[in-house]
């Protein structure tokens, strides 16, 4: 087994693909410029193109089930933030652009797992924070957190 196919890698590498190709409403046309993986907006070059997307792992952990811990069994924390200009939107309302974009990120990552090597794994979504005229009053960006608990098997072998 190489890095790649470590279950943690391939459920990470799964989200980056999911938010990669975004489902998007016909009269709401939305696409990431990249999205990165492992790092958060704050490391990015100033330079950085929105709206982007960033994964970053945030914990890992055996789950307990009945006060036994199931030794195959993992779940990752991700923390998924989308950040994007408001300006992008002229005549929307910043709610509305909101919305918009936090209904198409949790299809992306809410739909069916087709990766034969992901068997088993359960996502779960909470939007953690929404935060407008960031990084201060004024200006025109804002984000959208989201915290993922990914559940899946881990293959020690």
Do not use: H
């Not at 990249?34 to 193109?49: H, N």
């Not at 933030?81 to 809410?110: H, K, N, Q």
């Amino acid at each position: 087994m190489n890095l790649a196919e470590l279950p943690g890698n391939l459920v990470t590498a799964e989200l980056v693909a999911r938010l990669s190709t975004l489902p998007s409403p016909d009269d709401f046309p939305f696409a990431l410029s990249g999205v990165e993986r492992g790092r958060f907006y704050e490391d990015l070059a100033d330079s950085a193109v929105l709206p982007l997307a960033t994964v970053v792992p945030a914990s890992s952990a055996g789950v307990e089930g009945q006060q036994q811990q199931a030794s195959a069994q993992r779940q990752r924390q991700y923390q998924v933030e989308v950040v994007f200009s408001l300006d992008d939107y002229p005549g929307r309302t910043p709610d509305e652009v909101v919305s918009a974009i936090e209904w198409i990120v949790c299809a992306a990552l809410g739909g069916p797992v087709r990766d034969r090597a992901l068997g088993g794994l359960a996502l779960r979504l909470l939007v953690a924070q929404v935060e407008y005229g960031w990084p201060q009053k004024g200006y025109s960006a804002a984000s959208i957190t989201l915290t993922v608990a990914a559940t899946y098997l881990d293959r020690y072998q």
